[in-house]
């Protein structure tokens, strides 16, 4: 079984695998398309695989009642709290193997404990013991670098590895290279960039009252992109406009709409703002209202409150009623209603582990929905963009920590916007601060 934290995350795990498969090369492989087909590609959600109760902290699976896996596999485990990863335990059988893959280095979990961190906090070292790497070597013919050898390595040690090529960006890229100088702490390194920074990253003071640049952020993405995919370049107009263009005529089969929900769920996820706080005029309440005034302004949106025609809106609470989790992502879409040739409002959200579904939702059956224009760091974690428009406050806060900027930064894909009032001076004393957590795992 495969699982995510969030529905993001598993929808994002889901659509990798999908297209990896697809590209995968079998040749010379016996009945390759039967073994394709028996690689699982469909992702669900944690809650979903233990068999979450509703209105409970309670699970369907635990140790009176295991899961039938041999093997699981759980991507983002760096937001996997410490009570969550004891109920994924206690609910596998004893024979299963468990594979947990994640970013040491992001957030932690917003509930206690740093479950992840803390097992991987040895991994760059290696700490890998001579029988390890002469086993490596046999069955792969992997060589382990001398640097990586430690005789005295923990049992622990010899379970954890560290990816260390990234596919979502190239680590000479400017994403890349002011990722590592953030999780470095290098705030020398961090001001030369601010002074020239390549061509993928925009680094920027932003005043909190130049409307006009704002706009022209949000709306149209900023200056354009050397180069790369041309969505990267493009703000909240991008997916705005597509979804007017596209719309099938009010007489087509459903078929249509789903592909038409498809592109635009697809072209909405090309471009997102970042936030760090939630409240406040750089926080999500106050970016969210700002980003609608600058959308409706420019023609592309009919109202800036309630529901109205390509309102983004992110899942606050698991409506499993629904099949909806905590951290899905929909638009809302006009449909064709009545005879008379009435619309109706319909929200559009990715079908979770259902291929290319689409689960289409009355907006007043959703109780526990926000505009979704600006996401905190801490909601996009599991989630990549091609452009990510990261806009922080002018003055320094508590929550703005080393782990929020990597792990905001590294959201992005092609290109970063990342802007604040309080210029290179907030970044350098946000990059001093990290988060410290001591859950006694490891002891």
Request: glycine share 10%.
């Amino acid at each position: 079984r495969l699982a995510a934290p969030t529905g993001k995350a598993a929808a994002r795990l889901s659509a990798a695998i999908a297209n990896a498969l697809a590209s995968l090369s079998l040749a010379g492989v016996a009945h390759a398309e039967a073994v394709r087909a028996t690689i699982p590609d469909r992702v669900g959600t944690l809650h979903r695989l233990l068999g979450g109760r509703p209105e409970t902290r309670r699970f369907r699976h635990h140790a009176g009642n295991l899961l039938a896996v041999d093997l699981l596999v759980i991507d983002e485990a760096s937001m996997v709290d410490l009570e969550m990863m004891a109920a994924v335990f206690a609910a596998l059988p004893e024979t299963a193997r468990l594979v947990l893959l994640g970013d040491r280095d992001q957030l932690a979990s917003v509930e206690a404990g740093a479950v992840f961190g803390e097992l991987c906090r040895r991994a760059g070292d290696g700490h890998y013991r001579p029988a390890t790497c002469d086993w490596l070597m046999a069955v792969s013919g992997e060589r382990i670098e001398p640097a990586l050898v430690d005789p005295h390595g923990s049992a622990l040690d010899q379970a954890v590895v560290m990816l260390r090529h990234s596919h979502r960006f190239a680590a000479a890229s400017g994403i890349g290279r002011l990722a590592a100088v953030v999780n470095a702490g290098d705030t020398r390194l961090l001001a030369e960039l601010w002074r020239q920074p390549p061509a993928d990253l925009v680094l920027c003071e932003l005043p909190g009252d130049d409307e006009r640049r704002f706009s022209e952020l949000v709306v149209d993405g900023g200056r354009p992109p050397a180069g790369g995919h041309a969505a990267a370049g493009c703000g909240y107009r991008h997916y705005l406009q597509l979804m007017r263009a596209q719309q099938p005529a009010a007489m087509a089969e459903a078929v249509a709409f789903a592909s038409w929900a498809r592109a635009v769920l697809a072209a909405h996820g090309e471009f997102q703002v970042l936030c760090a706080p939630r409240l406040g005029p750089w926080g999500v309440a106050g970016l969210n209202q700002r980003i609608a005034d600058a959308l409706h302004a420019a023609g592309l949106i009919r109202a800036t409150h309630g529901w109205y025609p390509g309102r983004p809106v992110l899942v606050t609470r698991n409506e499993y009623s629904l099949g909806l989790m905590n951290g899905d992502i929909g638009i809302a879409l006009e449909l064709p209603g009545n005879a008379a040739g009435e619309s109706i409002l319909r929200v559009a959200f990715a079908a979770t582990g259902d291929g290319e579904g689409i689960r289409w939702v009355l907006p007043t059956r959703l109780r526990a929905v926000e505009t979704a224009y600006a996401l905190t760091v801490h909601k996009a974690q599991g989630s990549e963009f091609a452009h990510v428009a990261l806009l922080l406050p002018a003055a320094p806060s508590p929550i703005l920590t080393r782990e929020l900027l990597y792990t905001g930064i590294t959201r992005a894909r092609e290109r970063l916007t990342l802007a604040t009032p309080g210029g290179v001076g907030l970044l350098q004393e946000a990059v001093r601060r990290r988060v410290l957590r001591a859950s006694g795992l490891l002891q």
